[in-house]
């Protein structure tokens, strides 16, 4: 069993980075094998809209967005980090749930040419982490709605969302124990479902 981290922070080290850390050790605290990703650190192109994926089952573009989709889909469970951005999940974000929601969602053509969705897998479990500075909540539970989106498209229902405010300069997280201590029990409880339903 393993939890795949994917950051959605073009900073290393940053208060998404260390609260998706701490998510992914809540979870090696009970026996899973966890690895964490940087968006920033790859290249992953925005989403064509050319539908090729509804024909093929695969996205034409090649980068390295092929690759995470592939840790993905062999984890039992996701944790997906953003810092919000006016309002919404970064660049480096939006476009890895672009791309899974064309790529991993099951289209179909009707006759008419209509492309129909349906959803492609089922059976994992996520969690989200969100932070912003001094923007409002609602705004915040927004970024976090976008991303529980993504993992929907991945089959992953999500378990638990770590949602921080008045987080900036890098280090920020350092100084609030309680976030750090939020995150390591979403972890923990990540791991129990996933445990839970290996078990049923």
Same mark, same amino acid.
């Given at each position: 069993?393993?939890?795949?981290?994917i950051v959605g922070s073009p900073r290393r080290g940053?208060?998404?980075?260390?609260?998706?850390?701490?998510?992914?050790?809540? %979870?090696?605290?009970?026996?899973?094998?966890? *690895?964490?990703?940087?968006?920033?650190? $790859? !290249?992953? =192109?925005?989403?064509? /809209?050319?539908?090729?994926? %509804?024909?093929?089952?695969?996205?034409?573009? *090649?980068?390295?967005?092929?690759?995470? $989709? !592939?840790? =993905?889909?062999?984890? /039992?469970?996701?944790?997906?980090?953003?810092?919000?951005?006016?309002?919404?999940?970064?660049?480096?974000?939006?476009?890895?749930?672009?791309?899974?929601?064309?790529?991993?969602?099951?289209?179909?053509?009707?006759?008419?040419?209509?492309?129909?969705f349906g959803r492609r897998h089922r059976g994992r479990?996520?969690?989200?982490?969100?932070?912003?500075?001094?923007?409002?909540?609602?705004?915040?539970?927004?970024?976090?709605?976008?991303m529980e989106a993504c993992l929907r498209d991945l089959?992953?229902?999500?378990?638990?969302?770590?949602?921080?405010?008045?987080?900036?300069?890098?280090?920020?997280?350092?100084?609030?124990?309680?976030?750090?201590?939020?995150?390591?029990?979403?972890?923990?409880?990540?791991?129990?479902?996933?445990?839970?339903?290996?078990?049923?």
């Open positions: 069993m393993k939890v795949l981290g940053g208060n998404t980075d260390v609260l998706v850390g701490q998510v992914l050790a809540g %979870a090696r605290a009970h026996g899973i094998e966890t *690895e964490k990703v940087l968006l920033g650190e $790859l !290249e992953i =192109a925005p989403c064509r /809209a050319c539908y090729s994926c %509804a024909d093929s089952g695969r996205c034409m573009v *090649e980068d390295d967005f092929h690759a995470v $989709l !592939e840790k =993905a889909l062999n984890s /039992a469970g996701i944790v997906l980090g953003s810092p919000m951005y006016v309002g919404t999940v970064t660049a480096q974000m939006k476009a890895f749930v672009d791309r899974v929601d064309c790529s991993q969602v099951e289209m179909a053509r009707a006759p008419t040419g209509e492309v129909r479990f996520g969690v989200v982490v969100a932070i912003c500075d001094l923007s409002p909540l609602a705004e915040l539970r927004h970024c976090a709605r976008v089959g992953a229902n999500t378990v638990d969302e770590v949602l921080a405010q008045r987080l900036s300069d890098i280090g920020d997280v350092r100084k609030r124990p309680e976030l750090l201590a939020r995150a390591f029990r979403a972890g923990e409880r990540l791991a129990a479902t996933i445990k839970g339903n290996e078990m049923g």
